[in-house]
């Protein structure tokens, strides 16, 4: 039997082999703080790559030190960790997976105890090797240290952090890249109008929000070559009455479209703490939504942990592409998994193994 999960996709120049992918998820795992890849993580995105996954998106990486959210991030913002990460690409990619690479900075969110550290939490302190945090507006968010404003070189710096950083990921041999401009982060801040009150080109008006992220997504885009797919991760809705509604970020979807965005992942949230009515597939709206008005195609990711689910959500035309995020942690053959439970035919299972599944 075919399913839809199983069918191939292309974007721009790259055909994954299946639609069943994982989502960025960091590790915390530098233990060295310098924000180069470790076994582990050739480890943890190997083992994914050989559960069978279409694609596999890196951890947000952060593009200058700074941009961590926690000193134990990976970054790309010199060669040596271009240099790491390019065995980890080359292993993804011989299972037959495509490699990403979400690129991002965690703007008055960095600069945080790792979320299991043992009893520490919030901000780290410079004297602890934490560092001065960077945002919109100089509004901290709710017990973290305040950040600074950016001014407008400081944001021309950032936008060649990205831009440069999308040629180390190209040099890694990375298939395709995916900007963060969610979850409360750098780009989402700006973004939204919780926590940008700019006076300047920067805020305001959601034209005027909107432009930071346009000028990465333009730098990048300069950057990587044409039959590139390059993506962004959005936070759909801030989940609060006075900021960003799927309104908006359609307007957002329908410039990010024209500024050559190939496929958007339609996340939510973690701007400002929210009530979020969250449960099975509770984002999959958003990513419809915006596929059905922009024209966009989207991932939908949260919640989606049952192979019955994941071939309904794709075959309802609500996405493009399902991301399976904690479920991949739990079985990381998740994809091998749904290909038994699916009765799909040819289950993605690496060459070695096959007398397992005689
Ligand atoms: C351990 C962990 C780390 C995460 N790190 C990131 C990240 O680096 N970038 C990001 O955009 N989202 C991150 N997320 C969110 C996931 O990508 C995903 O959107 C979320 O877990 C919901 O999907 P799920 O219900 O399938 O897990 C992380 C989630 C987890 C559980």
């Known amino acids: 039997m075919s399913r839809l999960v199983f069918e191939p996709i292309t974007l ?5 082999r299946n639609r069943l992918w994982v989502p960025p998820m960091c590790q915390y795992s530098v233990e060295a703080q310098d924000g180069v890849a470790t076994d582990w993580h050739m480890v943890h995105l190997g083992g994914l790559a050989r559960g069978g996954a279409g694609a596999v998106i890196v951890e947000a990486t952060a593009v200058t030190p700074e941009g961590r959210i926690s000193p134990q991030d990976l970054g790309l913002w010199n060669d040596e960790q271009r240099d790491a990460l390019a065995p980890i690409v080359g292993f993804m990619q011989s299972q037959g997976t495509k490699a990403g690479i979400q690129l991002a900075h965690a703007g008055r969110k960095a600069s945080t105890y790792r979320t299991f550290e043992p009893e520490r939490s919030g901000s780290v302190p410079v004297s602890d090797g934490g560092w001065q945090t960077v945002a919109p507006s100089a509004l901290a968010y709710p017990e973290l240290a305040e950040p600074q404003a950016l001014d407008q070189a400081g944001i021309k710096q950032l936008i060649a952090a990205f831009q440069a950083a999308a040629r180390r990921a190209v040099d890694a041999g990375f298939d395709f890249i995916e900007v963060h401009g969610a979850h409360g982060y750098l780009l989402h801040e700006f973004l939204s109008p919780l926590s940008n009150t700019r006076d300047d080109d920067y805020g305001g008006s959601l034209e005027n929000r909107a432009r930071f992220l ?3 997504v333009d730098v990048i885009r300069e950057e990587v070559p044409d039959d590139m797919p390059l993506f962004v991760r959005l936070s759909a809705v801030d989940w609060i009455d006075t900021g ?17 965005v190939d496929l958007i992942d339609v996340s939510s949230g973690s701007n400002l703490p929210a009530k979020i009515p969250s449960g099975p597939g509770y984002q999959v709206k958003f990513a419809e939504t915006i596929r059905e008005r922009t024209g966009v195609p989207t ?22 592409v399902v991301l399976v995020g904690r479920e991949s942690l739990r079985n990381a053959n998740f994809p091998i998994h749904a290909a038994q439970v699916l009765r799909h035919k040819t289950p993605p299972t690496p060459i070695q193994y096959h007398r397992a599944y005689r």
Do not use: N, S
Request: charged residues 15%.
């Open 244 to 260: 960003l509604t799927i309104d908006d970020t359609v307007q957002v979807v329908r410039w990010l479209d024209e500024h050559g």
């Open 12 to 16: 721009r120049g790259m055909t994954a």
């Open 299 to 320: 991932a939908a990711v949260g919640l989606i942990t049952q192979p019955f689910q994941a071939e309904h959500i794709l075959t309802t035309g609500q996405a493009d």
């Open 214 to 216: 346009l000028q990465v």
